[in-house]
């Protein structure tokens, strides 16, 4: 094992350094829509998720509220918080709750501006140890990739929101290494899941308060042999060899919106079933069969047995998912969100059990090429088929990446939906339209955090 290196060059220290120097202005414009378009999005969940019942649990335990615990669980209601494809987490839910609790506690002024290069500093950390602890295995190891690289990160984003100086942001990080946690043995309604996430969120604010409070961990908190890269069992020369990103290309664009609250290995397909059906509202009993091809290595991680008995194991199957997409689409319109499709009453709705009876799925694609492919064959006889590659949002392909008109809509269906305060839905919108020229985001997000735990 190479030998644990110092303070000046440790990898925390590296990644505060890192941090300290980001400036927004020097950022390409790219980088800031993506920034924008990916805050937005969190707050327009939060708006939408705050009447969740976990969220009104939350907001009622004894004692005083955690802000971002709760943000965080309210972000991740919808199962829609925007995704990471590299690393199989959801960095905005834990993001986005932690530097807005940090912001509406602040004394002092917090620019648009710093909360942008946190976010940067923050989805930058994220993808940087994803890569160090080969984050798309985690799962395998019994990690909880959000919960479990996301303390750490909104250390991190918390301390460069503030303008914390280097040896602090380097203490935050590693006291959130030494908070990391997350097992991937979740609960029938995966409550745990967000409940973790929320934890990293909450978390991560707490360890830049102890940095700043003069608490200190180990400067190799992250690549020690003990450490969070070190003890996740990836090679001996990974954690030596893995270098925090500080510049180009920004992970924040390479992260996923996602369109449906399923399983992300199922998105490619359901987008191109729900391009098929179009807005005719196909009555799902004209569909005579459904035949869905994947990769081996995504139909691996899908649940096959059916029918599934709870969400958890609904989000996972491709049958279920996808005849949920037609009926979706056939009762309200494409059914692009799938809000609800995974709810109790929707695991013994009738049309989609019967529908989904009549689907099959193989594993069979070649690891090169689509993704997957859909056959639709109809009671009269007419067949279409297509193949996928990515989807609406996909943050691996520049082509499918949402900008800045595509956040704003579907902000505005969220606000739609949740019905909350017109103005601050506006006043939200308002902030992070113009979010680098914003001398202080504190009284929106304080409307925010009020509307939330009231």
Partial sequence: MT???????????????????????????????SVKAHL????????????????????????????????????SALGLDDFDEATRAHPGAVLVPALAGAAVAARHKVSGADMAAALVAGYQLFGGLGKAV?????????????????????????????????????????????????????????????????WAAS????????????????????EAPGGLVGRTGTSADAPAAAELPTGPPWHI?????????????????????????????LPPEQVEVIGVRLTPSAASR??????????????????????????????????SALLGAFS?????????????????????????????SVTVTLTDGRTWSGDAGGYPGDGRDPALRWGWSDAVARY??????????????????DMVDGLERVDDVRPALQRLRRLVLR
């Fill in 253 to 281: 664009e390479q992260v996923s919106f996602k369109p449906y609250p399923h399983f992300s290995d199922l998105h490619p397909v359901s987008a191109v079933l729900i391009d098929m059906l179009g807005d005719q509202r």
């Fill in 412 to 429: 505005g269906d969220l606000c739609t939906a949740a019905s909350p305060d017109p103005q601050l839905g506006s006043a939200l919108l």
């Fill in 344 to 372: 109790p009453e929707r695991l013994a709705d009738a049309d989609v059990l019967d529908l989904a009876a009549r689907i099959t799925v193989m594993a069979d694609l070649p690891p090169q090429g689509a993704t997957g």
């Fill in 134 to 198: 080969d984050a798309g295995t985690l799962h395998l190891r019994g990690h909880h990739p959000s919960s479990f690289l996301g303390v750490p990160t909104s250390a991190l984003a918390v301390c460069r929101m503030l303008r914390s100086d280097v040896a602090t942001s380097t203490d935050a990080i590693g006291i959130g290494a030494s908070l990391s946690c997350g097992i991937t043995e979740f609960d029938e309604r995966e409550t745990m899941r967000a409940v973790q996430t929320a």
């Fill in 3 to 33: 030998a644990v290196t110092s303070a000046v060059d440790g990898l925390a220290c590296r990644a505060a350094r890192g941090a300290a120097g980001l400036d927004v202005t020097a950022l390409d414009s790219g980088v800031l829509v």
């Fill in 203 to 222: 978390a991560g604010l707490r360890a830049a308060r102890l940095a700043e409070a003069g608490f200190h961990a180990s400067p190799a908190a992250l």
């Fill in 302 to 335: 899908l649940f096959d047995d059916f029918p599934p008995q709870n969400a958890k194991q609904a989000k996972r199957s491709a049958r279920f998912a996808l005849a949920s997409c037609v009926v979706a689409a056939h009762r309200v319109g494409r059914g």
């Fill in 40 to 75: 937005l999005d969190c707050l327009g969940m939060i708006l939408a998720g705050a009447a969740d019942e976990r969220v009104g649990r939350a907001v009622a335990a004894p004692g005083p509220a955690d802000v971002p615990f709760v943000l965080s669980l309210a972000c």
